[in-house]
Nanobody, 124 residues
């Protein structure tokens, strides 16, 4: 059974940092791409970062490039999202998702597997 479990969310002041984790199980980790998405109340889901675990390439949305970093620990089957210089507009539920064939974060993309989400709240 494929499982993705996010952790690391919480409440932080603007300008602060958080690191989210996505622990994966039930599939061959290195064969997949794992992406981070977020959804704020009343807004569309937004893809913000993706890493292809088979070649290490990553891509970021403009809204987070330069502030967020996606990384992986293949030995632990875990992908991280380091979030620095957080802003109130980063407040959202953050999800990780995995797919063997997709490595994009364009609007509307549907990954095969999703985690349950973790709340990030940035206070001003």
């Amino acid at each position: 059974e494929v499982q993705l479990v996010e952790s690391g969310g919480g409440l932080v002041q603007a300008g602060g940092s958080l690191r989210l984790s996505c622990a994966a199980s039930g599939f061959t980790f290195d064969d997949y791409a794992i992406a981070w998405f977020r959804q704020a109340p009343g807004k569309e889901r937004e893809g913000i970062a993706v890493m292809a675990l088979y070649d290490g390439n990553s891509y970021y949305a403009d809204s987070v490039r330069g502030r967020f970093t996606i990384s992986s620990d293949n030995a632990k089957n875990t992908v991280y999202l380091q979030m620095n210089s957080l802003k109130p507009e980063d407040t959202a539920v953050y999800y990780c998702a995995a797919d063997r064939w997709i490595r994009t974060i364009v609007p509307g993309v549907i990954y095969d597997y999703w985690g349950q989400g973790t709340q990030v709240t940035v206070s001003s």
